[in-house]
């Protein structure tokens, strides 16, 4: 350790502020984009399944038109 | 010699192969920066300069060398989607914009917290830091470009243009510290050469960049996932894996 109590490692020589300023942003700049990767593929994949029930419902519809009109 | 590589063009083996190496790169990203961080926030020396607040150079430097990294690669990426038409190029490109755009946010704002008490101002025109804010607008240009056109082809094509053309920044970005004035100091590392900054800071420095670079490569990875997940919506494959997706969610539910 170059500290030798806690708050001279949160005072970093004075400098404390532009230090934790710098190491906060990162960390929150990374957290936005790591959570924002991970919804939106969950995105992705919801909004395909989102799609297919359309379609099969579409598919359907047809299908029960089709019978009613030879019936 | 290069045939290994051919099934990878396929985008079910490049999906399944990317979802393989996260949980890897996921360790080693968390392992090294976890070591990187504590080891130059706590241990690493005080320089006899600027005391404490060179700290942030170990973030701030593997930043701004990997918003140059990302941009070449997304450089390279389109290149390839424009002159072969391979639609995963032009995925990857998609998938790189957003972390290199982060990166290069970082690499300014963390510039702007340090030369606020090395140069007294947080914020001046000259070329290092001009050009490093001309790469942030280019990306924001790219990512526009790519959610401009519904047609996704048509969408990589005009950002590939855009981030061909910003390629010309990238050297004045690097060589400004040699070719202009500027307060901003030269580069610490260099690759040839002997390193002119001490071993004790260049072991956490190592590891932060290295770090960074894992980290980078898992947020592509998902986000390479996604977009080949929505851009090949009507394969039988993608359909099936949502439907296996979503039943696996259903049951975690439960």
Redesign the interface.
Known sequence: ???DTFSA?IN?????F??W???G??AI??LI??LS??K??RQ??????H??QREDKLRQVRKQQLKQRNS | MWKWLHPYANPEVSYHFAGKILPWLSALAALLLSIG?IWA??????DYQQ???F??FY??VP?ASLSMGIYLGMAIAAFISLVWQFKLADASATAMA??GA?FT??AL??GA??G??MWGTWWIWDARLTSELILLFLYLGVIALQNAFEDKNLAGKAAGILTLVGVINLPIIKYSVEWWNTLHQGSTISKLGKPSMSVEMLWPFLFCFLGFIF?VS??IC??F??EI??RN?LRPW??TL??Q??TQEKTNEV
């Open positions: 350790m170059k500290f490692f970093m020589g004075g400098y404390g532009y230090v300023l710098s190491y942003i990162t700049l990374l984009l790591i990767s991970i939106g593929h992705v994949i919801k909004n395909i399944a799609r297919k | 961080i926030l706590a241990f690493a020396p005080a005391g404490d607040s700290r942030i973030i701030h930043a957003p972390v982060t946010a970082i704002i963390t917290a340090w606020k008490p980290l898992v947020i998902i986000r996932r996604s997940l929505a919506s993608v359909r949502v439907l997706c979503l």
